[in-house]
């Protein structure tokens, strides 16, 4: 049996897994990120595989990193919510500090090849996966392979433009998707929603603190859940917004399957159900091809660090 660590980065948490031929997670380790990011998240990541090749055999290491990654898969390009990283030639830094082959990718990628392998897309070539987060990511997989593009930063679909001058993103551009179907998307939303019927909204904002700015996107899941016409009307437009983006992504990139992942999956088919709605109502040449299915990520925050330990082994 070959065994293989993945290394999940994010801007709060390292976390590592020992994880076999099967995808099954035989022992995780989790550190926090440290602020200061650099070498310090460096020696981090070194320290959970050291700490992991103790008592584990393992022969390689892949490492899921947030942020834009060469396509050589050696250096980070650009990490917006880890410090001092940007450029950080990290392939060959940690290869030669941990002592062991390691593949770097983005971490969307590498949930997407996890459920590609191992998860809700097992066994199809032609795989998209959304993560439903703060903001929207995407990983790409064609004929069986990860699509990274000629530069290592393709798929990053939470920033192709559906509304011409729409809300300002983080990037610099109006009308990202990410503006209008990711997690922070909903908030809005949900705020939007609260300003035009605020009389129905005090079991919502209850959740909370009591305002607006007290919600998070679980009290709106939860709300939902238990029927609230506010939360539920904050999920509904959510879900529309990303299905009206996956009918132009199924145009363009013709996946199988469209897996959605992140923290708004939660909310389960309150959220995917308008999403499929919408997906099929928007779809160019709708009943003359075979549509995407649009299913749920089984993986979970595990996918990233399955994917990467999975992409190390292929290597």
Known sequence: MTLSIGIDVGGTKVLGGVVDESGKILETLRLETPREGGSALTQTIVDVAHQLLAKYPAESVGISAAGLVSSDRRTMLATPNIADWNGAPL????????????????????????EARFGAGNGEGNLLLIIVGTGIGGGFLLNGQIYR??????????????????????????????????????LRHAREAISASPDLARNLLARGDGTVHGLTG??????????????????????????????????????????ISGGAIAAGELLLAPAREMALR?????????????????????????????????K
Request: proline share 4%; charged share 10%.
């Open 282 to 314: 928007k779809l160019p040449f709708r009943g003359k091809h075979p549509e995407t299915q649009i299913v749920a990520a089984t993986l979970g925050n595990q996918a990233g660090l399955v994917g990467a330990s999975d992409l190390a082994r292929q």
């Open 91 to 114: 392939g060959d830094q940690l290869t030669e500090l941990i002592g062991l082959p390691v593949v770097l990718e983005n971490d969307a990628n590498a949930a997407a090849w996890g």
């Open 218 to 259: 679980s009290h709106i899941t939860q709300a939902a859940q238990a029927g609230d016409s506010v939360a539920l009307a904050a999920l509904n437009t959510t879900g529309q917004w990303l299905g009206a983006g996956i009918s132009s992504l199924a145009m363009i990139l013709n996946p199988a399957v469209v897996v």
């Open 149 to 186: 593009g000629a530069y290592g930063v393709a798929a990053e679909i939470g920033h192709m433009r559906v509304v011409p001058e729409g809300h300002l993103c983080g990037c610099g551009a109006r009308g990202c998707f990410e503006q209008y179907a990711s997690g922070t998307a909903m």
